[in-house]
């Protein structure tokens, strides 16, 4: 079972920057795709950032420029780092874990983070 426990969110002014991080149970990362995805009150989850297997990584447009992610393997974990922060990047922030055998998809879960955004 693989479990993902997120930290590092808080509340920030605008402009400001913070960095969430994502401990992994296992050696995951070499076989899932890892990502950070948001819900913000009243919108859907989306994607904010993502990275593969190969390092290769996917940014949403909002975010471009600002926010980075990166993985350690040999801690196990995933961080993004968030700078230039705004208001509209207020959110519950979720650790995400993907990969596909057989045409079959894993999806795991972090319990979320909440991240403010205010002067």
């Known amino acids: 079972q693989v479990q993902l426990v997120e930290s590092g969110g808080g509340l920030v002014q605008p402009g400001g920057s913070l960095r969430l991080s994502c401990a992994t149970s296992?050696?995951?990362?070499?076989?899932?795709?890892m990502g950070w995805y948001r819900q913000a009150p009243g919108k859907e989850r989306e994607l904010v950032a993502r990275?593969?297997?190969?390092?290769?990584?996917d940014y949403a447009e909002s975010v471009a420029g600002r926010f980075t992610i990166s993985r350690d393997n040999a801690k196990n974990t995933v961080f993004l780092q968030m700078n230039s922060l705004q208001p509209a990047d207020a959110a519950v922030y979720y650790c995400?874990?993907?990969?596909?055998?057989?045409?079959?998809?894993?999806?795991?879960w972090g319990q979320g983070n909440q991240v403010a955004v205010s002067s």
């Open positions: 995400n874990a993907q990969r596909v055998v057989l045409k079959t998809t894993f999806n795991y």
């Open positions: 296992g050696n995951i990362l070499s076989f899932y795709m």
């Open positions: 990275i593969t297997i190969s390092d290769s990584t």
